[in-house]
């Protein structure tokens, strides 16, 4: 299988939009980019605009290709709505709008299927679901919180793509992960190559409760330790904190001694990262 990050944190925009190539077909999982509205209270820099311009072009260009495209939830860093013909002819396997959805996403996903109605070649709800296109298997979760339990930020769904012998899988936006059925149902699935989130350390002591971090790195730990990935693409919420290697530092270290690269989806590409989100006061010139 081919793996090839679009539009990550580690590349400038919200997003963790991903083309997965198998011998079968091409499946653009969460095909989305945004960006944070605020941050140290500035508003996005025209760079990052900029960056999102890009990486929502690199994400239509992918969609004209993918066979399949994949909505884990409805966050708009995980969608794009805008653009309703990318949609046309293809297979979209999607967050279930009705159950396990808080109200907001409720009506992000009405209004997303309002807009694209009659195009898709088939809508499936994939909630708990297994589709096979060939030898090609994709796999999805249960829906499970986005983050820690009781959230108010709704569900998500973990996807596995399996082929050639090969397992990768992406968890959306799982928060670490930082709830323990969601890292039971990854170490059951024993991928070879992990995407992650990685936990939202910027909010902890905020509007998480200290132990999610230490939550997190447990369940991380936990994770390499039973499934020995080859490979972690750990991103997204994590490294809009540029402290984000020291807060993970024990993983980082498992990680090493046990052979496992552990990467942004930037340095994935063979790229330097750039944080724009989290550098916006960089951006801006303005120095503490």
Known sequence: ??????AFDSLGTRSMATLVETADLRILIDPGAALGPSRYGLPPHPIEKERLKEHKKKIKEA?????????????????????????????????DPESWINENQRNRAYELL????GKPARIEIADGREFSFGRTRIKFSQPFPHGREGTKLGFVLMCLVESGGQKILFSSDIG??????????????????LIIDGPATLFIGWREPLEILSKANELLLNILDQVRPWEVIIDH??????????????????????GICVETA?????QRPDFLEAKRKELYGITD
Request: net charge neutral; proline share 8%.
């Open 114 to 117: 309002s807009k694209i109605e």
């Open 176 to 193: 670490g992960p930082s709830y323990p059925p969601t890292a039971k149902w990854i170490i059951r699935e024993r991928p070879e190559l």
């Open 63 to 95: 969609a004209k290709d993918a066979d399949v495209l994949v909505i884990t939830h409805y966050h708009f860093d995980h969608y794009l709505r805008d653009f309703p013909e990318m949609y046309q002819g293809k297979v979209l396997l999607l967050k």
């Open 266 to 270: 930037a340095e994935f590409l063979g």
């Open 1 to 6: 299988m081919k793996i090839l990050p679009l």
């Open 237 to 258: 919420h994590l490294v809009r904190d540029l402290e984000w290697m020291e807060k993970i530092r024990p993983v980082i270290e498992a990680a090493r001694k046990e």
